[in-house]
């Protein structure tokens, strides 16, 4: 089963990069095993739907959506058992036995023709007073049901499908953007600062005020980060100046971010930071920002991170990302060219990339830093 850090990191990337969710929660659909999917909202007071979006690969017609949310929602016998005024994740199947619902007026007379859908799972909540939204997904009739495995990663998802659903359902106006990309930010466990071309602070999320009061290293204040370890502090700027010069456009051949460990005077494993360019926004609050984003992650968390999380931080490929993690959990070039069936020459060209974007010279180096970034 997929990595749910995975998928609540591809939930939270498309909301802060303002892009559609539909690719997300396809990615959580094909982890939960599911054939259809989709993102429904109904009104609370008279079960009045007011839309249906499938984002699956089978694509439910939209007017068989639209069919079922107007005609057969009354009749659905899974709907009935459900509470819409609830929230939390329900497993159907649990609520209305498949022996019930194939007896149903609603699956012999429509979801056997046009919704071969049996088995649900979904998870719920409440948009508005009035307004109630759901993420749903099936198994056709053949298929075993949903089970306590595929319960739980929902489960697990929950928190970071309700905020990237509301955000979807609520994203207008600038202020609200804005809003959310904080949400989003204070929802990821490593410490997030947005720093101008100067290295002033324009943002910290709730994770690295957690990891300033420890006092430990690292504090932040209006001048950006403040490391009490001079050497590192240069390091920094250095950093700085290279992610600024990057965001810039000044710079292209350079690596897209550099790294350096911060010392902690408690003795626990230091804290690792990750200079990384800020994207240029065309409208919001940061608007043609110059500057900076600072990943700080603890070190003393020592579980290896995903690939995916890898491309992020450290600006791989997914190829390279891939290899990175690999070789953190002690697999050597040769065994990964034959899994991969490419050459030893080929993952060596990987290597040396992810040492130009990463600042490492020797491998030894390389599995230290991507242990540090685990979760």
Not at 330 to 357: F, M, N, P, W, Y
């Amino acid at each position: 089963m997929a990595d749910p850090r995975d998928l609540a990191l591809g939930l939270y990337d498309a909301v802060l990069q303002g892009q559609p969710l539909e690719k997300s929660l396809g990615a959580i659909a094909a982890a939960l095993d599911a054939q259809t999917g989709f993102i429904a909202r109904l009104g609370l007071q008279h079960g009045r739907p007011v839309d249906a979006t499938d984002f699956t690969s089978h694509h439910l017609s939209i007017e068989t959506l639209h069919e079922y949310a107007r005609d057969w929602l009354p009749h659905d016998p899974r709907a009935a058992a459900m509470h819409w005024e609830t929230e939390g994740v329900v497993n159907l199947g649990r609520l209305c036995p498949v022996s019930e619902f194939l007896r149903s007026t609603y699956w012999n007379e429509f979801g056997a023709h046009k919704e071969p859908c049996v088995h649900t799972l979904a998870a719920s909540f409440i948009e508005a007073e009035d307004l109630h939204g759901s993420l749903i997904v099936h198994r056709p009739p053949e298929r075993p049901p949903f089970g306590t495995a595929e319960e739980q990663l929902m489960a697990t998802l929950y928190p970071h499908l309700r905020q990237a659903l509301l955000a979807r359902a609520r994203l207008g106006s600038e202020q609200r953007r804005e809003a959310w990309l904080e949400a989003g930010l204070d929802a990821m466990r490593q410490g997030v600062a947005v720093l101008d071309a100067a290295g002033r602070l324009c943002h910290a999320n709730a994770a690295l005020e957690a990891m300033a009061a420890q006092r430990d290293g690292l504090a932040i204040g209006p001048d950006g980060l403040l490391l009490t370890d001079q050497a590192t502090m240069a390091q920094a700027r250095h950093a700085l100046g290279i992610a600024v010069a990057v965001s810039g456009g000044r710079i292209r051949l350079l690596p897209d971010g550099m790294s350096f460990a911060v010392p902690r005077p408690s003795g626990k494993a230091p804290w690792l930071v990750q200079m990384l360019p800020l994207r240029r926004a065309e409208q919001g609050s940061l608007a043609g920002l110059q500057g900076a984003v600072a990943v700080v992650t603890d070190g003393a968390t020592r579980r290896p991170p995903s690939a995916l999380l890898l491309q992020k931080l450290l600006g791989l490929t997914p190829a390279e990302a891939d290899l990175a993690a690999a070789l953190a959990q002690g697999r050597d070039i040769a065994e990964q060219a034959r899994r991969r069936r490419v050459s030893r020459e080929t993952l060596r060209s990987h290597l040396a990339a992810i040492r130009r974007k990463t600042g490492c010279r020797r491998q030894a180096e390389l599995v230290a830093l991507v242990l540090r970034l685990g979760g």
